[in-house]
């Protein structure tokens, strides 16, 4: 059973950085799909960031060049680096992983991100 545990999450000001983990277990990591979405109050959860196994990345416009997505194999593990945060960048922050060989999404439990202005 794939299980995924979030880190990192925090409160920080405005401009500040955090570097969210999201370590893997029970799955191939390697030849999975890693996904960072977010959930701010009130609004719908939107994907932040997507990193394929072969290392291609996607952003959505709102962060890109402030957020970086990137994986380590050897760990199981995803990363999310955030600079330049802006307060609209508060919200719960959750990891997805989707495997081809199982044809499943999985989610973590979420990690809050609070930027204060």
């Known amino acids: 059973q794939v299980q995924l545990v979030e880190s990192g999450g925090g409160l920080v000001q405005a401009g500040g950085s955090l570097r969210l983990s999201c370590a893997a277990s029970g799955t191939i990591f390697s030849i999975t799909t890693m996904r960072w979405h977010r959930q701010a109050p009130g609004k719908q959860r939107e994907l932040v960031a997507t990193i394929t196994s072969g290392g291609y990345t996607n952003y959505v416009d709102s962060v890109k060049g402030r957020f970086t997505i990137s994986r380590d194999n050897a760990k199981n593990t995803v990363y999310l680096q955030m600079n330049s945060l802006k307060p609209e960048d508060t919200g719960v922050y959750y990891c997805?992983?989707?495997?081809?060989?199982?044809?499943?999404?999985?989610w973590g439990q979420g990690t809050q991100v609070t930027v204060s202005s």
């Open positions: 997805n992983l989707w495997s081809p060989t199982a044809r499943r999404s999985s």
